[in-house]
C-alpha cells in the first residue's frame, strides 16, 4: 500500500470548515484513499473513502486531486466532538482488510 | 443496531494467568480482526478470519490465539499473558464482499498485566 504524509496536529474552531489534508504521492491506480478517525481512546469511526471522484456524505466531503497525488477529508461545521485523530489510509482493493492507520493528524476543535 | 461488542472494557491481571477477551458482531459479517495499539507504535493487527473456521496471522500474532467457530463471535486468547501484551485491544469486523469494505470497529479492552 503506498505510504500517506499527515499533519501531526491541526486545530480548527467550532462551526468552521476543518480541512485536513494527506500526501499519497506514490498511489497507483487501483488504490482507495480511506479515512478512519479514533476519539480519545475509542475504536477507530469509518468516514469516508474513495477511488478519483469526489465523494460525500453526511460526515464529511473527500476531495481527491486529480493526478490523486493528495486529498482533502472535509468537516463542513466542525464540534467539539470532532476532536479526534484522523487516519488517511491507501489501499488496494484486492490487499486484504488489514488498515495501516499510521500516526495520522490529531485535530483539536476549540470553542 | 448494528455494532461491535467487546468485553471485558478494562481487565487487569496477572503474569501467566489465562485470559479471555470476547468479541461479537450482530451484522452478519464474514470478517473480523484483532488489533493491539500502544503508543508510538499506532494500531497492529494481531489476527484475523475471513469465515468461521478460517483464521490467519496477523503482523504482531505471537503470545495470542483466536477461533472462530461461529460467525458472530472472534475470542482473543492470551494462554500466559505478559507485561509486554499490556495494551488496549480493537476488534474489527466487515462484510465479505471485498476488501473495499469498511470496517466496524468495537470500543476497545484496556488490559494491564501486571
Known amino acids: 500500500d503506498a505510504k500517506t504524509t499527515q499533519p501531526p496536529s491541526m486545530d480548527c474552531a467550532e462551526g468552521r470548515a476543518a480541512n485536513l489534508p494527506c500526501n499519497h504521492s506514490t498511489i497507483s491506480g487501483n488504490e482507495y484513499v480511506y479515512w478512519y478517525r479514533q476519539i480519545h481512546s475509542q475504536g477507530p469511526q469509518y468516514i469516508i473513502h474513495?477511488?478519483?471522484n469526489n465523494e460525500t456524505n453526511e460526515m464529511a466531503s473527500l476531495i481527491i486531486t486529480e493526478d490523486r497525488k493528495s486529498s482533502t477529508l472535509i468537516l463542513p461545521h466542525a464540534t467539539l466532538r470532532d476532536t479526534a485523530v484522523y487516519y488517511c489510509?491507501?489501499?488496494?482493493?484486492?490487499?486484504?482488510?488489514?488498515?495501516?492507520f499510521g500516526k495520522g493528524t490529531s485535530l483539536l476543535v476549540t470553542p | 443496531e448494528a455494532q461491535v461488542t467487546q468485553n471485558p472494557r478494562y481487565l487487569i491481571t496477572v503474569t501467566g494467568k489465562k485470559l479471555t477477551v470476547t468479541c461479537s458482531q450482530n451484522m452478519n459479517h464474514e470478517y473480523m480482526s484483532w488489533y493491539r495499539q500502544d503508543p508510538g507504535l499506532g494500531l497492529r493487527q494481531i489476527y484475523y478470519s475471513m469465515n468461521v473456521e478460517v483464521t490467519d496471522k496477523g503482523d504482531v500474532p505471537e503470545g495470542y490465539k483466536v477461533s472462530r467457530k461461529e460467525k458472530r463471535n472472534f475470542p482473543l486468547i492470551l494462554e500466559s499473558p505478559s507485561p509486554n501484551q499490556t495494551s488496549l485491544y480493537f476488534c474489527?469486523?466487515?462484510?465479505?464482499?471485498?476488501?473495499?469494505?469498511?470496517?466496524?470497529f468495537g470500543s476497545g479492552t484496556q488490559l494491564s498485566v501486571l
Open positions: 474513495g477511488l478519483k
Open positions: 474489527a469486523s466487515a462484510r465479505g464482499g471485498g476488501s473495499n469494505e469498511k470496517l466496524f
Open positions: 489510509i491507501v489501499r488496494a482493493s484486492n490487499s486484504g482488510y488489514a488498515l495501516n
